[in-house]
């Protein structure tokens, strides 16, 4: 199942908590809700900017005021028209691997969102389940690369971890979408155990800065062979400094299919 796909899916099982959602179904989705919340914060940056420009005697500051109150109108009725089938595909993954969907409850208990992230990370059960038939889409994940090999979620974290100042070559969309859904599990972790790596002194602050550096070097280099993978320049990734706009640049580049065949980069890559 690909992206078009599982939200098409997903929104037209908008309260659905019946049956079961692969993996592919689930984290399509989720990948869906958060593009969605990064546009919709666009225009809010661009209101707050532009109320700070203005300054506090400008008449143009109340108009501003009202926007952005509208625009959170907005943003609070996209949430929650979201929220619902985000909540059912949930309630059909834990389905997935035979578990029940009140397992949701977990949301309301400290650090249970991270026991529910491990839930639906893993692999559904084969063939019927007390909550009915496999998914059509069972278990697959349309992150095909041109080689027609899938790289595995702890392959991609052990090849990212071997090459973190490798800036050449090609990575394809499997390596690079496992690796950010591990750095997104990870910070949930630490945030949730220890509050985020503070610059308060000690041994854990340390380690954690260290730990830091090394993922943000292999973040850096992997998101550079994502970019020659489709033949463009790891260069690219200088979009960051343009609020909001270039990171979802940057994640319409990283989603998209690579080169078949050679490129300038190199020959297509293996996972």
Known sequence: MGFQQAVRTCLSKYADFNGRASRAEFWWFFLFTVLVSLVLMIPLFIIIALMAAMGDSSAGVGIMGVLMVLWYIVLFAVTIALFIPTLAVGARRLHDWGQSAWLLLLYIVPCGNIALIIMWALQGTPGDNAYGPKPAAWDRINLTTTTGVSMGFGQAISHNLSNITNFNGRAARPEFWWWI?????????????????RADGGFVSFVGWVLTIVLVLATIAVGARRLHDTGRSGWLQLLYLIPCIGAIILIIFWAQSGNPGDNTYGPPPAG
Not at 185 to 196: A, D, K, N, W
């Open 181 to 197: 859904l591990a750095l997104w599990i990870l910070q949930v972790v630490v945030s949730l155990l220890f509050g985020g790596f």
